[in-house]
């Protein structure tokens, strides 16, 4: 028989007892601030890749900085940075490693731009193995690119024996590997994919109907590539340009294989002042200058990418 609920008694107000939620199989759930309290904190997860990066990165950094303020007779001065910045190869080594680094970046440039526009807008037999190339070109080491120039203009290359071959000459007239125009062809011939890669993703993306519209309305090649293609292309220059003068300014497998051995830059200067000179002190110096430069160049890029929407 079904129980019926029994009405309250007159006066009485009827009162109900509160019922605790239960969980699943009744089971009460764990409260809230218990269970928040059992959180690993978030922080706590970062622990470990910032230790590995302070173990394998910063604390060497850290001991560079250390040694270049560590002079020969012991203590803690900034007797090295003086000596360092006021040698004269100090400062033949900057002003070589700036005009480098930026010759090259301009070569790059436009060398870039108009190979890209000639692969992304020129259709040719084989144009897209080419594109693809670049990709793989991008893995090789520079030492290789160095090599394959020094077995065509070197001294004793393809170019000079044929020139001797024809001519009966002596010698051949291609020396100029081993000169700062040396460096800068193979930088250039190095770093230009470096820039034509960004060029070609922003390439990709650029409607072919804007040039169609712009042909149509009577405007020629050349202000096509002004008023259309290159405000696609400039945050690509701009990321790719950066890259690059980043890395020419701390390139030095081209400029060792070269065996120019008049142009001195920066990372050559560290390496004769701790290898062959033992001088860690004035290593360091030139070191932690590099550093600076480098950082500071990439904080322009930073800025500069966000200005133009890279």
Sequence with gaps: ?????????????????????????????????????????????????????????????????????????GGTSIAPYGDVFASESFRSALTTTVWLAVGSTVGCLVLGFVLAMVIAFVPFPGGRAVAKFIDVFLSFPSFLITLALLFIYGNVGMANGVWTDLTGAAHGPFDFLTTPWGVLLAEITYFTPFVMRPLLAAFSQLDSAQLEVASSLGAGPARIVRQVIL????????????????????????????????????????????????????????????????????????????????
């Design 1 to 73: 028989m079904a129980s019926t609920a029994q009405p309250a008694a007159p006066g009485v107000t009827a009162t109900r007892t509160p019922r605790r939620s239960t969980g699943p199989a009744g089971t009460t759930p764990p409260h809230a601030p218990a269970r928040e309290a059992r959180r690993i904190p978030r922080f706590v997860w970062a622990l470990p890749p910032v230790a590995v990066l302070a173990l394998v990165f910063l604390y060497p950094l850290a001991l560079v900085v250390q040694q270049s303020f560590s002079p020969d007779e």
């Design 231 to 310: 405000p696609e292309a400039l945050p690509a220059l701009a990321a790719g340009g950066s890259l690059v003068l980043v890395m020419c300014l701390n390139e030095f497998g081209i400029v060792l294989f070269t065996g120019a051995k008049g142009v001195t830059t920066l990372p050559m200067l560290v390496y004769s002042k701790a290898i062959l000179e033992s001088d860690y002190p004035a290593a360091c110096v030139v070191a932690v200058v590099n550093i600076a430069i480098s950082v500071g160049l990439y904080s322009l890029y930073r800025m500069v990418s966000r200005r133009v929407g890279a």
